[in-house]
């Protein structure tokens, strides 16, 4: 499709006599459009980055095939949206994750529609505006996903729909033209995406919201192919307006995911035996980094190897407050009072240590051992009654359990 013939309706075409520069004027006035010029040259780009795309796709493939990597791996190494990652400084991830996709369908899809915007767009912004909309779009994409998208996420979609953003500019310079050309398909097109990511869970749209705002805005910044209009000054409130954009995303980023920095900190640290820098580390988390998954796991192996090192130089006590420490974290994980009734016990405090083995069987009941030790420590605090108790219940457990027999005996008491 050659743009170069659009016209708008009031453009008077033919042949007529020019008398004076006030005839012109009052007779025939200047179209408010002049006709629209477009790049004349072969949709090279667009088919450049089909091609990049593609054969990424086929390296990043062969490659997990060699190495045995599941797509996840091989998604993580080529450089997908890790948001972690991003806050860390990897922030080239947010340029290489529009190059990537997850599985054959997922190129097709995004390739496809590449062909189908990408042809349009570059004829109508030419070969360089046509990169910077793309790359630009694609990278707002990522920065919205990175800041509202707590999943890894990869692919082209962000800078297609910065395409179709460019064609709603488009659709604001010429409406006429863009309603005879497209009619309501695009906008259709649109909608329809942004409803389904919406409902569908897998699909990132932010990236898509953010390609959509960028394209329009990168389209505002650089105008369409050859645009004379000298609109200097809003051109460059855009571009400070999309330079701030990024710098209080990536701003944002590293305040909203700091929680992941200390954790990767606090990991290297731990496995170069810092244990104490860890430990500093892992005391900056807020409350809602303690919830996930991996930041407990880790910050136990921390704490648990914090507490055995100051158990083996003989420094109970600070033992004692690593394992506060710990429970003040996690305040409904019984293992950790089993930890600290063990310290208390070396520490002679038989009391606590009764309270913590207490706590313990509350939520593990058929474990003879902490049975045993709540007995002992309650006949070593003086409550005479609660060690009978106590060891009755590790002897249910196995009546054969020769330990608790024998303290019990010596209590004074057969069963």
Known sequence: MDYRDWREPDIIEGDYVVLEDRDVEEEYP????????????PAI??????????????????????KGWNQNIQLQFFGAKINGLIAMGQYWRMLTAMFLH????????????????????????????????????GLMGNLLSYLFSPNPAAGASGAIFGLMGSLLYFRKERKRVFQKVFGPGLL????INL???FTQQGIDNWGHIGGLIGGFAIGCALGLYKDS???YKRKILIWVAIILVFAAGLSYGRVKYRGIIYLNQA???AQSGRISEAMEYISKLSNRDLKDPWAKELIETVFIED?????????????LVSASTLIDYYPKEANYYYFRGQIYEVLEDFKNALEDYLYVTGVVIDNKEIWLRAGRSAYNSGKISDAKRCLKEALKLDPGYSEARELLESIGDTI
């Open 45 to 66: 780009v667009t088919h450049v980055i089909l091609g990049l795309n593609i054969a990424i796709w086929i390296v990043m493939s062969l490659t997990g095939l060699v």
């Open 188 to 191: 259709i097109v649109i909608g």
């Open 30 to 41: 200047q179209p408010k459009h002049q006709p629209i010029q477009t790049d004349p040259k």
């Open 307 to 319: 507490i055995n090192n100051k158990l083996g130089s003989g420094k109970p006590r600070e033992a």
């Open 267 to 269: 990991h290297i640290e």
């Open 195 to 197: 409803v389904y990511g």
């Open 229 to 231: 209009r000298k609109q």
């Open 102 to 137: 997850v599985g054959l369908l997922h190129l097709f899809f995004n390739s496809y529609a590449l062909y189908i915007y990408g042809p349009v767009v570059e004829k109508l912004f030419g070969k360089v505006k046509f990169i910077i909309i793309y790359l630009i779009s």
